[in-house]
């Protein structure tokens, strides 16, 4: 019981100060504040960025996690289904925290989403990485596999040819270094191992990271130029 407490006061702390994280992140790339956030859950992100200043909205497929977003904050998040019914050239940023591997019509929303930056706009996107040392050391067991709920799985050569196609191009390349612990905990559950194999790997897969290499990256994209 109390092993389980103290990690829940960690992922606490650790969910508070990614948060802040996120939201200077977008501080610091976009000017606009027009902001949509794709996969929004419950509320918590678009929580920070209103408070924030930016004018957020939340698209989130499930209803539950809208109701609670709406119960908790007070937050603007509407049903999945309206992506296609905003106007082009219409959101600053747009971010996508760990959903880009759960969409199902992948080419077809992509296409839309791109299309509702504006021209000096950015999209930040977070996905996590087959290249990691973490997915190559559990390989069938690393947790980010997460099949079937993951339809795909990228490698940042992958991010790059995936918008590529819709003319956009990756301008920086960021890691999430709290995911590799979180991920192998969850690997070492799936193969029987323990919670102190899985700091020590995540540990290492962070040492050993190079800029394109962490368990999960963030990847800056805006439009290319002509």
């Known amino acids: 019981m109390v092993t389980i407490i103290n990690l829940n006061k960690i992922y606490q702390k650790v969910r508070n100060y990614t948060l802040k994280q996120k939201v200077k992140l977008i501080q610091r790339l976009s000017s606009g504040k027009n902001h949509l956030d794709i996969g929004a859950g419950t509320g ?23 109701n609670l977003a709406k119960k908790s904050f007070d937050v603007n998040i509407q049903p999945l289904d309206q992506l296609h019914k905003l106007d082009d050239s219409s959101m600053d940023v747009i971010t996508m925290w760990h959903v880009l591997e759960h969409v199902y019509n992948l080419q077809n929303d992509l296409k839309k989403i791109t299309s509702l930056l504006k021209d000096d706009g950015v ?104």
């Open 44 to 66: 918590h992100f678009i929580d920070s960025t209103s408070r924030a200043g930016f004018q957020s909205l939340g698209l989130e497929p499930d209803e539950d996690a809208r």
């Open 123 to 226: 999209m930040v996107v977070a996905v996590p990485n087959m290249n990691s040392y973490d997915a190559k050391k559990y390989k069938e067991f690393w947790a980010a596999y997460d099949l079937p709920i993951h339809l795909y799985h990228f490698t940042p050569n992958d991010i790059r040819t995936l918008f590529d196609q819709f003319n956009m191009e990756v301008k920086e390349i960021l890691p999430m270094k709290f995911d590799s612990y979180y991920v192998s905990m969850l690997s070492e559950k799936y193969k029987g191992g323990n919670i102190f194999s899985a700091f020590f790997t995540g540990l290492k897969s962070n040492l050993k990271a190079n800029p394109e290499t962490y368990s999960s990256q963030i990847y800056i994209l805006k439009k290319k130029r002509p």
